[in-house]
């Protein structure tokens, strides 16, 4: 029995969505579950050098044994998951929507538009917030997966109790991943920016409650950060500690093509700033990793670009991981050298840490 948890450290786009994708496929995941709503892309460029863009479905399709379902605590549309059933071929037994999860609508949309929180906090007018904030009122009309067979007959063979299936396969001893949404930065309850931030907190506990997973459960928590963090254009998106531009970060990688990247929803340039040693120090305080997984090695120099092994790392990248876990005492257990699933690797030495942090421990409490 495992439980894998994936959180983003930041601002969200930490590659999340390659991290999970690659743990299904190396630890041979089970069960994967997707928390959130579609108003966040997670996303990989597959062995082909195909850009898969996730909405809905856990990027752990990837690994074909994987059961994918999402939880009560997520959000559908079920036009989105529709497409992505469609774009990734799906045979229909491999899906599973918990009965509960609340349903956006076109009025969620609007509701977003009229309050015109693009302008106030770059909001992607998905329709989740005003969603989230029906569920809550409890309001007349609402509706679950379960009140929409008749509208989309097509879910009713994905209709399932995902608490109950995820809890049984834990009791067969089967390995669950929790694929997180957006970034501790964004959280509603742990920002240090709100309201510049999401609509549902991002923490692994608040993860394990969506999915309905006792925290006594969870047995590998893996907190997702980048090298130079990132966020939605616009000041009124929120803050970000010493802000760059992309040209910088071209110049000092030695990148030989120009370096940026656009949100995966709306399709805007993104934010670019240096690493924030203070948040991660609160992310990993609060979430309690027991492994790191850092994107952009390659951003701190293209010579890291694709190499798939720690060895072949520069001493740039060496001297960032060291920090890294100098600096937030966990270990980093994967690191992400390109935006391909081909370019990230495991590094063994982690448990090593784990091992050595425990015996300093009780060395100092034998003291």
Request: glycine content about 8%; overall charge positive; charged content about 25%.
């Amino acid at each position: 029995m495992s439980v894998y948890i994936v959180v983003g450290g930041q601002f969200g786009s930490e590659g999340k969505g390659k991290v999970a994708a690659f743990i299904s496929k190396q630890d041979n995941i089970d069960i994967c579950v997707r928390c959130g709503g579609p108003n966040s892309g997670h996303s990989f460029v597959d062995e082909t050098g195909k850009m898969i863009v996730l909405r809905q479905l856990p990027t752990g399709f990837v690994n074909p044994h994987s059961r994918l379902l999402l939880p009560a605590g997520a959000l559908i549309d079920p036009c989105v998951l529709k497409e992505e059933i469609e774009f990734l071929n799906l045979p229909m037994s491999r899906i599973g929507v918990d009965r509960k999860c609340f349903v956006i609508e076109d009025k969620d949309r609007r509701k977003e538009q009229e309050l015109r929180l693009r302008e106030r906090i770059s909001s992607t007018l998905c329709g989740v917030g005003a969603a989230v904030s029906r569920r809550v009122m409890r309001e007349g009309g609402a509706r679950l997966a379960k009140d929409i067979v008749g509208e989309h007959p097509w879910m009713s063979e994905l209709l399932t109790d995902v608490t109950e299936e995820v809890n049984t396969g834990l009791d067969h001893e089967k390995k669950v991943l929790v694929e997180g949404t957006q970034g501790f930065g964004l959280s509603l309850y742990h920002s240090q920016h709100y309201p510049h931030t999401t609509s549902r907190d991002t923490t692994a506990s608040g993860f394990l409650s969506e999915v309905g997973i006792s925290p006594r459960y969870a047995t590998e928590i893996i907190v997702v950060f980048r090298t130079f963090p990132i966020r939605v254009e616009g000041q009124q998106a929120g803050p970000m500690l010493d802000e760059i531009r992309w040209d910088d970060v071209q110049s000092e990688s030695g990148y030989p093509v120009p370096v940026s990247e656009y949100t995966t929803v709306t399709k805007r340039l993104r934010r670019v700033a240096r690493f924030d040693w203070g948040l991660a120090r609160r992310a990993v305080r609060v979430n309690r990793p027991t492994r790191i997984a850092i994107n952009g090695l390659d951003l701190l120099s293209f010579s890291n670009r694709g190499v798939i092994h720690s060895k072949e790392l520069d001493h740039r990248a060496l001297q960032f991981i060291r920090d890294l876990e100098n600096q937030t005492g966990s270990p980093v257990g994967y690191c992400g050298t390109g935006p391909s699933l081909q370019e990230m690797f495991s590094i063994s030495a982690a448990p090593k840490m784990i091992a050595e942090k425990a015996n300093t421990a009780s060395r100092v409490r034998s003291a």
